[in-house]
């Protein structure tokens, strides 16, 4: 057998013993802007054939992700801010590896994954927070910079959905929300990291969609991310047919 048609004949063999990676589909945007609610609606909509990653900090405390989360979150619970930035940031990249992982030994692959916040949150929000102590750092080179940092580990996702919305309605709804005021740092880190989002969203167009929220009820929110996502799903199984 040439070569070439052997090489591709056991590329084949592999992409049969090799499950095929679920469409993987990030919600992002800022605290209390609604991508938690969209993310629960949509994992309902698609039923069996989803599996929802919830928000790491939603995670219970009798895990590893819990309780690594409760430490980060003993002094500042709102950015987990423990006065080390650096550490911080490689412990919540480490979480989102080993979310991923875990997914590996799941009995059966799921066709799509929700998650709500992926790893562009860590890069935002920590870019913000580190760039707190270095004022002459670029965010967004930090962000790029962590990004970069996890590409080894941790594909990008296949798509991302960013909800923006109105910045005092977003903030004051999580306060609420949190039943806690927010203080002048939590909201300028808050507001970094929106337009951190922005930059991510404009640089990486065929990846990000936006969609804009304000105004608009949940419901409405989580059927236009339902129908992205479905439109996603669809497109992916042609491809994989033909």
């Known amino acids: 057998m040439p070569e070439t048609r052997m090489n591709a004949a056991v590329s084949a063999s592999l ?3 090799t499950p095929a990676r679920p469409l993987w589909v990030t919600i992002e945007g800022i605290n209390g802007v609604g991508k938690t609610t969209a993310a629960r609606a949509v994992a309902a ?20 992700t819990g309780r690594v989360i409760s430490v980060l979150a ?25 979310e991923a992982e875990l997914l590996i030994g799941l009995p059966v692959t799921p066709e799509v994954v929700i998650e709500d916040r992926g790893v562009d949150t860590v890069a935002v929000y920590q870019a913000a927070i580190l ?19 996890m590409s080894p580990w941790l594909p990008r996702p296949d798509a991302t959905v960013l909800l923006t919305g109105d910045f005092q309605l977003c903030i004051q709804r ?21 337009a951190l989002y922005a930059g991510l969203a404009a640089a990486e167009p065929g990846r990000y969609t ?23 799903a669809e497109q992916r199984e042609g491809y994989r047919a033909a």
């Open 131 to 149: 760039c707190e102590q270095v004022p002459d750092a670029d965010p967004a080179h930090v962000v790029r910079h962590i990004l970069a940092t």
């Open 15 to 17: 992409r049969e013993k």
């Open 45 to 64: 909509r698609l039923g069996e054939r989803c599996l929802l990653l919830d928000e790491i900090t939603d995670q219970v405390r009798n895990t590893l």
């Open 74 to 98: 003993a002094r500042d619970p709102v950015c987990l801010r423990t006065g080390h930035p650096v550490a911080e940031t490689l412990a919540l990249l480490a979480l989102k590896i080993r």
């Open 174 to 194: 999580f306060a609420d929300r949190i039943e806690r005021t927010l203080t002048p740092q939590d909201a300028r880190v808050i507001e970094q990291a929106d």
């Open 210 to 232: 936006v969609i804009d929220t304000a105004g608009q009820p949940a419901a409405a929110i989580a059927d236009v991310v339902g129908t992205i996502v479905q439109d996603l």
